[in-house]
Each structure stands twice: as structure tokens, then as C-alpha cells.
């Protein structure tokens, strides 16, 4: 992070996203097959109010491989073209055993800087971050697809 002002109130530092969290990380690989974790499909995350409504609960075996990964206190965000528009982004909260799955069209931010608050990182992403992404992503049919150095 820096510390030179640049504008900002004092105190205050400014920093990239990828100096507050890690991109789309994975639950330990030691976690037991039969973990009970939620899953989270695009339809449970709120474009409103930025939460998530009546994940499913699923043991880790039937969703470790072919969906996303993320646990209470990261921020999901999602990919494609209609719900990143809407602002489809949510704290998340609540999961079974901490953790969840869902799918591939998230992206997940994971805060390494505990200082950082979940919904700042949220609302972002439903304002700055959708309109910016939407903007650099290229649209292919319904989906955009990002360059890896978005982030």
C-alpha cells in the first residue's frame, strides 16, 4: 500500500485490489469429502441488496471440482454480462462450516488486509468495478471475458 497521500485525508493510504485480497481462491485440499459447505447459485445473490437468499447446503465432494470457491468474509462478483451490469456483488455471510461453492461466474475477492471491510469491497464492486469491467471486458455472446492482469 502507499502511504503517499496523493489527495487522500490524512491517514488514509491508497492500494490496489490486489494488495487488499487474493482472486478466486480455493478451499484447503485437505478438506473432507463429506464437509458439509452451501452452494450458491447466480439466482441466490441479490442485485438489490448485495446478499445472498437460501443457499442449498452440499457435501464438498459433490462441488470441490467444476465451481467456485469462497468462505465467509470474502465477496463475490459476478462475471457475466447481464448480472455484472445489475450489479450482482455480495458480502458473504452465513455459509454452512464457513465455507461455499458456487458457480464458475463469480469472481471471488478473499481480503488478505482484515482491516478492510467486506461490504466496501462489495458495494464497489456493485458500482466502480461493474461499470469499469463492463467497460474493459470484451463481450462474447452473453458472457465477458476478461484479461487475467484485470485485476
Not at 30 to 35: R, V
Request: proline share 5%.
Amino acid at each position: 500500500m502507499s502511504d503517499g497521500n496523493g489527495g487522500l485525508p490524512a491517514g488514509w493510504a491508497s492500494a490496489t485490489i490486489e494488495e487488499l485480497c487474493t482472486l478466486n481462491p480455493k478451499h484447503d485440499r485437505d478438506l473432507a469429502n463429506e464437509t458439509e459447505v452451501s452452494f450458491v447459485p447466480m439466482a441466490a445473490v441479490s442485485d438489490v441488496h448485495g446478499t445472498i437468499a437460501d443457499p442449498q447446503v452440499r457435501h464438498y465432494a459433490e462441488v470441490r471440482k467444476g465451481f467456485t470457491h469462497f468462505a465467509d468474509g470474502d465477496v463475490i462478483f459476478a462475471k457475466t454480462t447481464p448480472c455484472m451490469e445489475k450489479g450482482k456483488a455480495a458480502s458473504v455471510r452465513g455459509m454452512t462450516n464457513g465455507l461455499a461453492c458456487g458457480t464458475t461466474e463469480f469472481y471471488v475477492f478473499a481480503r488478505t488486509v482484515p482491516s478492510i471491510r467486506t461490504t466496501y469491497i462489495a458495494l464497489c464492486g456493485r458500482s466502480r468495478i461493474g461499470s469499469w469491467l463492463a467497460r474493459k471486458c470484451k463481450a462474447v455472446w452473453v458472457k465477458r471475458v476478461c484479461p487475467k492482469n484485470s485485476f
